[in-house]
């Protein structure tokens, strides 16, 4: 290996390895490039769902026929819904910032298997692949909703069969990088890095590995089935052959409830970094937020049956479920009290990515106190299946993870990229962003509550002004992640190159190393000795 | 690594762990033609936890390696018992 060349003195950017081009990338092991190749397939999917819900949003301006029909609608949604749920938010922050940043941050030179690693990545790609020939093969796009509820979802005549497939490939990535994950965080954490000295991020990237590890196993099997009863009839969710659609929604859930903390869970971890950097404080109660981490993951498992109180549980699962469903608040309301304590009297640092953290504070209460409402069995049933679930969902999944995500991602982009983002543009795309997003999640909980169904793609007249503000808070809401995106990838290419190891006084491990990083991240493995948050001013 | 101790399983004990999977599925069989009712599926389920935990012993060498890894396993399975229970809490009370 040539001097010049050298994995301790050139960046990961730079290294040249056994191939050149795309090809160095597609086919690289260095867990930062490999986070960057998430990176790169997210923002472009997103940027593909997020022009299906403008659509919608526009199509709901008024009520009738506006730009679409109902098939088309029904299309739309559901494409809409399986990008971003299983391309965008479950992998996300893990498959993206766990990557790149986890060996960092536990002083390590990579994830404990890199071949398996990428294998994680091409099973994701491969997925996608297969869930895009849905939309033009067949008998046309599936139209189930991302849920693919039992008996519809194998009594369509549309082309279910590819997105159940394809969503059940991109499981395979998601438990291969679980599986890493653990390994990494046991075996190759820096001598002296206890498990009560490791930095939160980590931690909550640990408890999410075990839900990908445990849960999303079921949802294979589960999708499988589906595929079994469309081809062969099985009977085993159709109650025409004697079985039990309730069955499909019990499996669909025990997943898909449990993934929603694989969504939330790293998200909250980024935040724990990022408060007490911008907050010029030791975070309060570390042990309680790692804690509190494993009970939500812990918690978490047993309290799908929420999504299912109008389905025909029996009562005595309904009490069961809304009783655990107020559990899991608890520990989630632990971290915000934690992340407010850190704030109180710390030296506030109003910068991007602090904006982003605190707004997702804010956005996030509203969707976890909305949350009780649905957990609630009296109120669940007047708001079930309607806009208020929407709202609901919108404000925790792109509330949390999608704030997370963008405060994550103006925290570590300088580490990342050996560049520096134009702050004046990015605090505008979030001023605007913001605005947007509440304008048109906000109304969405008033429609609800009114009885307008989810779903749907024409309402009743009576719906008509909600609507119309929602829908023009979601071009809003664009025209911020339009201004966002835009200023990152510029940055990302031309903008001003930085090679200050720490910009924002962080005293986690990843902002000891290179700017941008070497390909071995650490020339010497540190030894551990102070704790992740320990400012002393 | 080098430095780990590799447990050798003799051919005997292999044949015995052989032996006894083939002796359990046979049970699992023959416990069918019993009229049981919903006794049925859990004498089923019983003894297929009991083979699992045979190949996980001997097979997967649970049974040679340290403590923890036996505590990681029994956590994810007190996990799987714990789901059961709760969808139980539906399928026994409707």
Same mark, same amino acid.
């Given at each position: 290996m040539s001097e010049a060349n050298n994995a301790h003195n050139v960046s990961y950017l730079e290294y040249k390895g056994q191939y050149k081009g795309l090809l160095a990338w597609i086919f690289s092991t260095d867990h930062k490039r490999?986070?960057?190749?998430?990176?790169?397939? /997210? #923002?472009?999917?997103?940027?593909?769902?997020?022009?299906?819900?403008?659509?919608?949003?526009?199509? $709901?301006?008024?009520?009738?026929?506006?730009?679409?029909?109902?098939?088309?609608?029904?299309?739309?949604?559901?494409?809409?819904?399986?990008?971003?749920?299983?391309?965008?938010?479950?992998?996300? #922050?893990?498959?993206?910032?766990?990557?790149?940043?986890?060996?960092?941050?536990?002083?390590?030179?990579?994830?404990?298997?890199?071949?398996?690693?990428?294998?994680?990545?091409?099973?994701?790609?491969?997925?996608?692949?297969?869930?895009?020939?849905?939309?033009?093969?067949?008998?046309?796009?599936?139209?189930?909703?991302?849920? %693919?509820?039992?008996?519809?979802?194998?009594?369509?005549?549309t082309n279910v069969l590819p997105a159940v497939f394809g969503a059940f490939v991109m499981g395979f990535s998601s438990i291969l990088t679980g599986i890493n994950f653990v390994v990494t965080i046991h075996r190759m954490r820096a001598p002296g890095m206890t498990w009560f000295k490791m930095p939160l991020f980590p931690w909550t990237l640990y408890g999410t590995a075990w839900i990908q590890i445990l849960a999303t196993p079921v949802i294979g099997i589960?999708?499988?089935?589906?595929?079994?009863?469309?081809? /062969?009839?099985?009977?085993?969710?159709?109650?025409?052959?004697?079985?039990?659609?309730?069955?499909?929604?019990?499996?669909?859930?025990?997943?898909?409830?449990?993934?929603?903390?694989?969504?939330?869970?790293?998200?909250?971890?980024?935040?724990?970094?990022?408060?007490?950097?911008?907050?010029?404080?030791?975070?309060?109660?570390?042990?309680?937020?790692?804690?509190?981490?494993?009970?939500?993951?812990?918690?978490?498992?047993?309290?799908?049956?929420?999504? /299912?109180?109008?389905?025909?549980?029996?009562?005595?699962?309904?009490?069961?479920?809304?009783?655990?469903?107020?559990?899991?608040?608890?520990?989630?309301?632990?971290?915000?009290?934690?992340?407010?304590?850190?704030?109180?009297?710390?030296?506030?640092?109003?910068?991007?990515?602090?904006?982003?953290?605190?707004?997702?504070? %804010?956005? =996030?209460?509203?969707?976890?106190?909305?949350?009780?409402?649905l957990g609630s069995l009296a109120t669940n049933v007047h708001v079930h299946d309607t806009?208020?679930?929407?709202?609901?969902?919108?404000?925790?999944? %792109?509330?949390?993870?999608?704030?997370?995500?963008?405060?994550?991602?103006?925290?570590? %982009?300088?580490?990342?990229?050996?560049? /520096?983002?134009?702050?004046?543009?990015?605090? $505008?795309?979030?001023?605007?962003? =913001?605005?947007?997003?509440?304008?048109?999640?906000?109304?969405?909980?008033?429609?609800?509550?009114?009885?307008?169904?989810?779903?749907y793609y024409d309402y009743l007249p009576d719906f008509h002004g909600g609507n119309i503000v929602s829908s023009l808070g979601a071009w809003v809401m664009v025209s911020g992640i339009v201004i966002i995106f835009a200023n990152l990838i510029r940055s990302a290419r031309h903008g001003e190159k930085t090679t200050e190891k720490n910009p924002w006084g962080g005293k986690t491990l990843e902002w000891q190393v290179d700017t941008p990083p070497t390909l071995e991240n650490f020339e010497e493995i540190p030894t551990i000795e102070k704790g992740p948050y320990e400012f002393e001013d | 690594m080098s430095e780990e101790k590799h447990h050798i399983v003799s051919y005997r004990t292999h044949a015995f762990v052989l032996l006894a999977l083939l002796v359990l599925t046979g049970i699992s069989v023959a416990i069918t033609q019993l009229e049981m009712g919903p006794m049925n599926t859990l004498a089923a389920m019983i003894i297929a936890g009991i083979k699992a935990a045979i190949v996980l012993a001997w097979f997967m060498h649970l049974k040679f390696e340290s403590r923890f890894f036996a505590f990681m396993v029994s956590a994810v399975v007190v996990v799987f018992l714990l789901v059961l229970l709760v969808t139980f809490f539906d399928y026994s009370y409707r």
């Open positions: 490999i986070g960057l190749l998430y990176l790169y397939t /997210m #923002l472009f999917f997103f940027s593909v769902a997020a022009i299906l819900g403008l659509l919608m949003k526009t199509q $709901l301006i008024a009520p009738g026929y506006t730009i679409m029909g109902p098939q088309t609608y029904n299309s739309l949604f559901t494409l809409h819904g399986i990008i971003m749920i299983f391309v965008i938010v479950v992998p996300g #922050l893990p498959a993206v910032f766990g990557n790149f940043f986890l060996p960092i941050m536990i002083g390590a030179k990579d994830v404990a298997f890199p071949k398996l690693n990428l294998l994680s990545w091409w099973f994701y790609i491969i997925g996608i692949l297969i869930v895009l020939t849905s939309q033009f093969m067949g008998d046309g796009p599936p139209d189930t909703g991302w849920t %693919f509820y039992a008996p519809y979802s194998f009594r369509t005549p589960t999708l499988l089935l589906i595929v079994a009863e469309r081809l /062969m009839g099985i009977g085993i969710f159709d109650p025409a052959l004697g079985g039990d659609p309730i069955l499909y929604q019990h499996l669909f859930w025990i997943y898909s409830h449990p993934a929603v903390y694989i969504m939330i869970l790293p998200a909250m971890g980024a935040i724990s970094e990022i408060i007490p950097v911008f907050s010029r404080k030791t975070i309060f109660g570390y042990k309680a937020i790692v804690l509190s981490t494993l009970a939500i993951a812990f918690v978490g498992y047993f309290v799908w049956g929420h999504h /299912m109180f109008t389905s025909g549980m029996s009562g005595r699962a309904l009490y069961t479920f809304s009783f655990l469903t107020f559990l899991v608040a608890i520990p989630s309301a632990i971290k915000v009290f934690n992340w407010v304590s850190t704030m109180h009297k710390g030296s506030l640092q109003m910068q991007t990515p602090f904006y982003w953290a605190v707004s997702f504070i %804010f956005v =996030f209460m509203i969707g976890g106190l909305s949350g009780l409402v806009h208020f679930v929407v709202a609901h969902f919108h404000f925790i999944v %792109f509330g949390g993870t999608g704030y997370a995500f963008m405060a994550a991602l103006h925290y570590w %982009f300088p580490k990342m990229f050996g560049r /520096m983002y134009d702050m004046n543009w990015a605090n $505008l795309g979030w001023g605007i962003f =913001f605005i947007g997003f509440n304008t048109l999640y906000l109304p969405m909980f008033y429609l609800g509550i009114m009885g307008m169904p989810r779903r | -």
